[in-house]
């Protein structure tokens, strides 16, 4: 689209594993494969986030990480951005970073391009060794960085210096060496920086990413490398993330692969969007989509995930809203879609949009022109998404050949049904197996998901709480829709991210 983006993560939700990661030397075959060990959920990350969550801050943080209106600002010193908020699961990895190499516990983020650690001068985090090098320098000269997140921001400098991963050795990387760290998030994480595996295009400064740098000094067989996550909870191994190719002992059958349409984050195009095998209509003119490592959840437009929620029986929090759509416009919206007006101008016809004549509901409407911008802006703040969900909701139902009674309860039910501001929607534990499968479209191919593997339990026995695997994230044209397929994806598809074809596959994990 010809913008850069500054910002460098997704807000992260509840999964139930933290991963730590173990190196090893390559094989044989000329692979770098990086073990996972599993540990449990430590509920104070779950308190942490939701103290630095700032009642759903930490998601606007990330809608503004793929959203060009909400990129941050930057001068020629300082570079803006969003970091995570790490709330649980996540591969963790020990890295060694200067000369002679510090040891630092990073996340591999795919959602992200640079590398982040604490300084010596950390205000808040466990400190690198006064005695590391490179921090020996005088900050003049050096580029400022400024990390944002919900509730506060890291500031830092770019320092240069050598990076081990495993035996490998990436000579003068560029990161960012925080200097102040002031969120609770950072006192009982597990972590202590971000090593992003994404595109240079969002990165920070313009700094070359770590990937890059293993790929042209050499240090990789080929420029490929690829998630395996083992989800079987009893098993101690928790997968390999490999560089320089694919372990055939991690997937099944053949892997379906998907161009990259757009450099940054490593963005592809999904097809529609299946509950319990119907279709939703959302995204039948396509969507786009990225595989990001460093999100536990599944996340995309509130228009589906209410769908979603509504069919697992996930909690969710009432939209006034959305009833108030469908209390005075439910009839009429209903009646413009069983005579066949265009479904993206029925919202303009009862005055809640206006249709700027290009955009449609599944490409997101946007209406009222802004001089500024030439784009097109709701007339009402929340009255004129609520009225395209419910135009999204209403066909999917006439599709299905229901009732008008029905749809209208329907979409009142799905009113009641929103995904949590918060990020979190809990379920019956004990329903469990009566819920549907969700599916999505990718490279013409149906990619499943049992409520086994989208339901994220918390806890045993009577003290078990059950987690939907799902939450809303609604980025505005022309970045999105969006959906971010994370670990809960990237656990049962072993995922594969080919820098020199350009392109991200999936296949059935082993």
Request: charged fraction near 20%.
């Amino acid at each position: 689209m010809g913008i850069r983006f500054r910002t460098i993560a997704l807000s992260l939700f509840l999964s139930s594993l933290l991963f730590s990661l173990g190196f090893s030397a390559p094989d044989d075959d000329g692979l770098i494969r990086i073990g996972l060990k599993k540990l449990k959920l430590d509920q104070n990350n779950r308190l942490a986030a939701r103290l630095d969550s700032k009642e759903g801050e930490a998601l606007r943080a990330s809608i503004r990480k793929y959203s060009p209106r909400g990129k941050a600002a930057n001068n020629a010193e300082t570079d803006i951005v969003a970091l995570k908020n790490y709330m649980d699961a996540q591969y963790f990895g020990e890295i060694g970073v200067g000369t002679p190499p510090q040891k630092f516990t990073v996340i591999f983020d795919t959602g992200s391009s640079n590398l982040w650690v604490p300084s010596a001068k950390c205000y808040f985090s466990v400190s690198i060794d006064e005695t590391f090098g490179l921090y020996e320098f005088e900050d003049s000269g050096r580029r400022s960085a400024a990390i944002q997140y919900g509730s506060g921001s890291i500031s830092g400098f770019v320092s240069e210096d050598n990076v081990e991963i495993g035996d490998l050795v990436v000579k003068s990387q560029e990161f960012i060496e925080a200097t102040s760290e002031p969120s609770v998030t950072f006192l009982v994480a597990k972590f202590d920086g971000i090593l992003g595996l994404g595109f240079k295009e969002i990165s920070v400064g313009n700094s070359t990413p770590v990937w890059y740098n293993m790929v042209t000094q050499g240090l990789v067989k080929d420029p490929v490398f690829s998630f395996w996550l083992n989800r079987n909870v009893n098993d101690e191994q928790g997968g390999q993330i490999v560089f320089g190719g694919v372990d055939p002992n991690h997937y099944k059958g053949q892997h379906t692969y998907v161009p990259v349409t757009q450099k940054g984050y490593w963005q592809f195009e999904m097809g529609d969007v299946l509950i319990d095998g119907k279709k939703s209509g959302y995204c039948n003119g396509g969507c786009a989509a990225i595989a990001d490592s460093g999100t536990s959840l599944i996340a995309g437009p509130t228009t589906v995930i209410a769908m979603i929620n509504h069919a697992i029986g996930a909690s969710g929090v009432v939209s006034k809203e959305c009833k108030s759509v469908v209390q005075q416009y439910g009839q009429t919206i209903m009646d413009l879609l069983v005579a066949q007006v265009k479904p993206q101008k029925i919202c303009s016809k009862v005055g809640l949009c206006t249709f700027d004549g290009t955009r449609g509901v599944s490409g997101g409407i946007e209406s009222v022109v802004d001089e500024n911008t030439g784009r097109s802006s709701g007339v009402h703040d929340a009255m004129c998404p609520a009225c395209e969900m419910a135009v999204v909701w209403m066909q999917n139902q006439l599709r299905q050949n229901k009732t008008q009674d029905h749809i209208l309860n329907y979409v009142n039910e799905l009113c009641d049904r929103m995904p949590n501001p918060m990020g979190e929607s809990s379920v019956d534990c004990d329903s469990i197996s009566y819920m549907p499968s969700v599916s999505f479209t990718i490279g013409g191919k149906i990619f499943d998901l049992s409520p086994k593997e989208y339901i994220l339990k918390v806890g045993e026995g009577a003290e078990a709480q059950c987690i939907s695997g799902f939450t809303g994230l609604d980025i505005p044209p022309p970045r999105g829709p969006l959906w971010i397929l994370g670990d809960i994806f990237m656990g049962r598809y072993h995922t594969v991210f080919d820098y020199g074809k350009l392109r991200v596959g999936f296949a059935e994990a082993a």
